[in-house]
């Protein structure tokens, strides 16, 4: 499996801006496609976008549609997550994961996961 690291999580007042990490190692980067999920307290993980393997399809979550944007970079091994106009609803552990064979937006269809990083957003 991929070993997967994110970074570039932190406290941002509502309104502003982040950039997420995902450095992947162990296997073929370009093999993978590659997401996001999130978990807030006291909440199941949800889905907030996904980046194909090859040809750079992506899908976003609704709720984050038009203030997010997932990104790869496979020379690099990395996957992005840049978050624009944070919203204090934003707030929660951050997950990168990775699939060999699947994209999309459930979490069974990603066998690899990376530890997560916190994104708090104050008001």
């Known amino acids: 499996q991929v070993q997967l690291v994110e970074s570039g999580g932190g406290l941002v007042q509502a309104g502003g801006s982040l950039r997420l990490s995902c450095a992947a190692s162990?296997?073929?980067?370009?093999?993978?496609?590659m997401a996001w999920f999130r978990q807030a307290p006291g909440k199941e993980r949800e889905f907030v976008a996904a980046?194909?393997?090859?040809?750079?399809?992506?899908d976003h979550a609704d709720s984050v549609k038009g203030r997010f944007t997932i990104s790869r970079d496979n020379a690099n091994n990395t996957a992005y997550l840049q978050m624009n106009s944070l919203k204090p609803e934003d707030t929660a552990v951050y997950y990168c994961a990775a699939s060999p064979g699947y994209f999309g937006s459930s979490l069974n269809g990603y066998p690899s996961w990376g530890q997560g990083t916190q994104v708090t957003v104050s008001s």
């Open positions: 162990g296997r073929t980067f370009s093999f993978y496609a």
């Open positions: 980046i194909s393997r090859s040809l750079g399809r992506t």
